[in-house]
T-cell receptor, first 115, second 111 residues
Framework: DAGITQSPRHKVTETGTPVTLRCHQT?????MYWYRQDPGHGLRLIHY???????DKGEVSDGYSVSRSKTEDFLLTLESATSSQTSVYFC??????????????FGPGTRLLVL | SQQGEEDPQALSIQEGENATMNCSYK?????LQWYRQNSGRGLVHLIL?????REKHSGRLRVTLDTSKKSSSLLITASRAADTASYFC???????????FGPGTRLSVLP
């Protein structure tokens, strides 16, 4: 999986609790992304980062925050988890001058269940 | 936001047959990519085709792009059971920065 790990791989939590998912890469790629995947929706972009401390919102960013203090780590935080955030979360990385021309490499995913 | 829509949603074929999946999108694009996802795994990049290209090959994969119809097709020839997966098209967004993925086509190749 192109040197991308996600932790945890599975998590069950309760509504209202904070949750942090971690993406770690060993490829030194500039761009990192968080997606969620739900049946019938494909992948939807939550947030992305184009460098250390440089992040921006994606299509479905409400209820999520991110941080990137090091090139290799991109954290996704659900401040107060809700049942609608039950999903499979994927981290992806890419590198290159023009982002949308570059291949994205995906991590193995994190299955999150919010009860 | 623009989005690729794959068609059909699900496809079941016999091993050795060809599989064709289509992707339609709404607005002009710079490029279109196809990805494969095996069950329980992350997506894997298959092929990228730019807006000025009409056809591209990679092994048993053939991708076509018709910008006048805003559509692309992915052909997998001589399919194998190992090709069983979901296939997604991704188009660049209106700013050319990020990708927008369609809901995918689930392909089942029966031995």
């Amino acid at each position: 999986d192109a040197g991308i790990t996600q932790s945890p791989r599975h998590k069950v939590t309760e509504t209202g609790t904070p949750v942090t998912l971690r993406c770690h890469q060993t490829e030194n790629h500039r761009y990192m992304y968080w997606y969620r995947q739900d049946p019938g929706h494909g992948l939807r972009l939550i947030h992305y980062s184009y460098g250390v401390k440089d992040t921006d919102k994606g299509e479905v960013s409400d209820g999520y925050s991110v941080s990137r203090s090091k090139t290799e780590d991109f954290l996704l935080t659900l401040e107060s988890a809700t049942s609608s955030q039950t999903s499979v979360y994927f981290c992806a990385i890419s590198d290159g001058f023009r982002e949308a021309e570059e291949t994205q490499y995906f991590g193995p995913g994190t299955r999150l269940l919010v009860l | 936001s623009q989005q690729g829509e794959e068609d059909p949603q699900a496809l079941s074929i016999q091993e050795g047959e060809n599989a064709t999946m289509n992707c339609s999108y709404k607005t002009s694009i710079n490029n279109l990519q196809w990805y494969r996802q095996n069950s329980g795994r992350g997506l894997v990049h298959l092929i990228l085709i730019r807006s000025n290209e009409r056809e591209k090959h990679s092994g048993r994969l053939r991708v076509t792009l018709d910008t006048s119809k805003k559509s692309s097709s992915l052909l997998i020839t001589a399919s194998r059971a190992a090709d069983t997966a979901s296939y997604f098209c991704a188009t660049d967004d209106n700013y050319g920065q990020n990708f927008v993925f369609g809901p995918g086509t689930r392909l089942s190749v029966l031995p």
